[in-house]
């Protein structure tokens, strides 16, 4: 498509110019574009109301909205991350080793950008601020991809971000949006290896999946999050309200929010009538197994489809198990390997957790929330990885970059 091949070949071009900009460069460039991001607040905001207006009108669900709605809250937040990515020590042109091989072969590893990123995301159009801001800090050049449903915010805040970053010497080329978001354009861009180096999907299970499977650029598999926490026999249960109760309702639309409670049957019948009433009042439907639904008659028995699902909505799913192996087993079964979280006084049970548990992230007494960028002091986040090769969990500048192997020598042959 022509558009995909003219934004390519405009990146590729800008990423060999972005590799040899130095800190200060890229830093006042960036805080250049969190200051127009603040000052064009009313400019975004309008911008996101038609795209909120218009998906109202479609019938998306309250979730897909509150992904998709800006406020300037939520604006500022997105200039914060700017901010702290400029505080952020720079990766690009870090030794990681230096060695001297026997025929006198000085041999360095270095730390150098990607290249050029791609990223395909849904109704989120935060995600275009922080992934810009990663990019350009880590010196990659980037192709962004939003859906439909957010295209007129994404244009806005591309439009305000290249204004300020090419203004401040960034090269032309460096941001790019795809502003065709039919769903050709995202094929195409999956297959774009003559100017991708890298493509990262962000979103729902479906897009992750479709990624995987039909991109013939490398990619970086961000995962859906079927978040679990595990209430121990030994646990708070003023603590463990708490963590379930943030975890599940303080935003319930993204991936590192809990959408299953298991509960150590030791304190089931104590616990299960502090949280399930504390729930069902913040508007939280109850999938439950036979226990849950024998105590709770108004809840909706559970399936195994349930056990698998990431609901992304005021929904959650209550098991009560027999032990922490149980509750680790089920979870392992379960989970896509993002966050998992048990509440326990136990030191044991809390090691054994951490220890046996496969997820990017484990928390022992906090809640799944927390699993982002910004919060782990990585500024904005790429994406949340759940894979095992090259980065795992939020993905931060480190996980944009690659290595090179710089060599010095003084005339020496292989013999």
Request: proline share 3%; hydrophobic share 40%; aromatic share 6%.
């Amino acid at each position: 498509m022509k558009e995909l091949i003219e934004k390519g070949k405009l990146a590729k071009e800008a990423s060999y110019k972005l590799a040899s900009l130095s800190s200060d460069d890229k830093n006042n460039a960036l805080s250049s574009i969190a200051k127009a991001l603040r000052e064009n607040t009313d400019y975004i905001l309008t911008a996101n109301k038609t795209d909120i207006d218009n998906g109202i009108a479609a019938g998306m669900s309250e979730g897909l909205i509150d992904r998709l709605r800006l406020t300037e809250d939520r604006i500022n937040s997105m200039a914060d991350g700017i901010d702290q990515i400029v505080s952020l020590p720079d990766p690009i042109g870090e030794v990681i080793s230096q060695t001297r091989r026997p025929n006198g072969l000085k041999i360095g590893k270095i730390r150098v950008p990607l290249g050029v990123i791609g990223i395909i995301y849904e109704a989120r159009p935060n995600v275009t601020a922080d992934a810009a801001g990663l990019c350009v800090k880590s010196g990659n050049a980037v192709i962004l991809r939003g859906g439909k449903e957010a295209i007129n915010s994404n244009k806005a805040i591309v439009k305000v971000m290249q204004d300020a970053a090419y203004a401040n010497g960034l090269p032309y080329g460096s941001i790019n949006l795809i502003e065709d978001t039919t769903r050709e354009s995202s094929v195409a861009l999956m297959k774009l290896n003559d100017y991708l180096d890298v493509i990262i999907p962000r979103g729902g299970a479906s897009l992750i999946r479709a990624v995987v499977e039909n991109a013939t650029v490398p990619a970086i598999e961000t995962g859906t999050g079927n978040c679990h926490v595990y209430v121990d026999s030994s646990a708070n249960l003023e603590m463990a309200k708490n963590i379930v109760i943030n975890a599940k309702t303080q935003r319930p639309s993204v991936c590192n929010a809990e959408e299953k409670l298991l509960i150590n049957r030791d304190i089931a019948e104590e616990f299960l009538p502090i949280i399930v009433p504390e729930l069902t009042s913040r508007g939280v439907e109850i999938v439950g197994d036979e226990t849950v639904c024998s105590m709770f008659p108004d809840s909706t028995a559970a399936n195994e489809e349930d056990w698998a699902t990431e609901y992304l909505s005021l929904k959650i799913g209550i098991k009560i198990v027999d032990s922490i192996d149980e509750a680790i087993t089920h979870i392992n079964k379960y989970n896509s390997g993002h966050s998992e979280a048990i509440i326990t006084s136990d030191y044991n049970a809390s090691q054994k957790f951490l220890d046996e548990i496969d997820a990017a992230a484990v928390y022992v007494n906090a809640s799944t929330r927390f699993t982002d960028g910004f919060e782990f002091g990585y500024g904005a986040e790429i994406g949340i990885s759940t894979q095992k090769i090259h980065a795992r969990g939020p993905m931060g500048l480190e996980a944009l970059t690659s290595t090179k192997f710089i060599v010095y020598g003084n005339g020496q042959i292989r013999k």
